[in-house]
């Protein structure tokens, strides 16, 4: 696959220029509103947030259109076409989940079209979290150019630099809901900052990213705008070079600590399910796995010592040497 031309520069003006560029992208990260900044966390201070938590008064969903009437026979999720079920059950799910996530980090991971960024916001939302693109926040850091005309200027590499930049400086901070590029899982220096969070999979199928970033113009996305040819079926360009990437990054993906499908169904089956209805599944698949590890910490703490009721203490005890010359011959 090949990739927009790298301007050449010589390696003197590359590291200052990647040195302007890191100290940019550390303005924007010390920006980090509200609880989420790390001056804001003493561990002290930390413990008495996190015992304060409370759900959110309200609940951030999309309403149902009035038109809509009716459930679809036979769907898995019924409560995903009945937006005031839907709405009940996120609050049900947030309130269980609040008191044990203690500010963790939540890191969104997909390809291109999952919808990070929207899912991302709703859930920032619903957790009253602060959220980060780090596309945007790379956008920022290079007075507002488009990630598009980043990679056309400076080339892929760069530009990985930069998304692993800010990743590392958004890691120390807590209640973030943090939207990734799609090709942030490729490094493994990115993993150990996101690992220190949740990080979750936004799974859509390749026709239904295609048909997303080709509504919104593959021009915005330049591993699938490059050697587009013109007046080619774009949606069908999107999809074959989607395939491609996902083949190369799936290894990696499944890395992730939760796993949500993008599926929809009944009306929702071609645009895939609604944003509330894939934060719903998020939200659920990020409580399943605390509450499991919950589990597993408290099975560990529940152990017996057998005949400790027989055992002398440390002062008591005799030493199992106490009677042995250091030549290994038993003392009179």
Same mark, same amino acid.
């Given at each position: ?26 303005? =924007? ?7 989420? $900044?790390? %001056?804001? &966390? ?17 609940? =951030? ?13 036979? $769907?898995?999720?019924?409560? /995903?076409?009945? #937006?005031? +079920? ?7 799910? *947030? ?17 291109? !079209? ?27 850091? $290079? ?7 980043? &990679?056309?200027?400076? !080339?892929?590499?760069? #530009? ?9 400086? +958004? ?23 996101? $690992?220190?969070?949740? =990080?979750?999979? +936004?799974?859509?199928?390749? /026709?239904?990213? %295609?048909?997303? @970033?080709?509504?919104?113009?593959? /021009? ?11 007046? %080619? ?35 929702? +089956? ?7 209805? @894939? ?5 659920? %698949?990020?409580?399943?796995? @605390? ?11 529940? &152990?017996?010592? /057998? ?8 002062? *008591? ?10 030549? !290994?011959?038993?003392?009179?």
């Amino acid at each position: 696959m090949s990739m927009p031309m790298q301007r050449p520069m010589a390696g003197g003006a590359r590291a200052g220029q990647v040195q302007r560029s890191s100290a940019a992208l550390r303005s =924007v990260a010390s920006q980090v509103p509200f609880t989420a $900044h790390r %001056a804001n &966390f003493s561990s002290k201070r930390v413990l008495r947030q996190d015992a304060r938590v409370e759900a959110p008064s309200r609940v =951030v969903v999309v309403r149902a259109e009035a038109d809509l009437t009716g459930l679809t026979p036979g $769907h898995p999720y019924p409560w /995903e076409e009945d #937006f005031d +079920l839907l709405g009940d059950k996120v609050k049900e799910v *947030t309130d269980q989940l609040l008191p044990d996530l203690r500010g963790c980090n939540i890191w969104l991971v997909g390809m291109m !079209g999952s919808g990070k960024s929207t899912v991302g916001k709703m859930l920032a939302n619903t957790l009253k979290y602060a959220f980060f693109d780090t596309d945007s926040v790379i956008e920022l850091a $290079h007075d507002k150019k488009p990630v598009s005309q980043i &990679f056309a200027e400076e !080339g892929q590499d760069y #530009f990985r630099q930069c998304e692993s930049q800010i990743i590392k400086e +958004l890691s120390p901070y807590r209640n973030l809901v943090i939207s990734t590029g799609g090709g942030a899982v490729l490094k493994p220096q990115n993993w150990g900052y996101m $690992h220190l969070g949740i =990080v979750a999979w +936004l799974n859509g199928d390749t /026709e239904l990213l %295609a048909r997303r @970033v080709a509504k919104d113009g593959i /021009e915005k996305r330049p591993l699938l705008a490059a050697d587009a040819p013109e007046g %080619a079926d774009m949606q069908q360009v999107a999809k074959t070079k989607l395939d491609a990437l996902l083949e190369d990054r799936r290894k990696y993906y499944e890395n992730a600590d939760v796993v949500v499908t993008l599926e929809g169904y009944g009306k929702d +089956l071609e645009d895939g399910a609604p944003t509330a209805a @894939v934060m719903y599944r998020l939200l659920t %698949a990020i409580n399943d796995k @605390v509450q499991a590890k919950k589990r597993e910490q408290a099975e560990r703490m529940n &152990f017996t010592i /057998e005949g400790a009721d027989q055992l002398k203490t440390m002062r *008591t005890m005799d030493s199992p040497a106490g009677g042995l010359q250091l030549d !290994g011959n038993q003392a009179p």
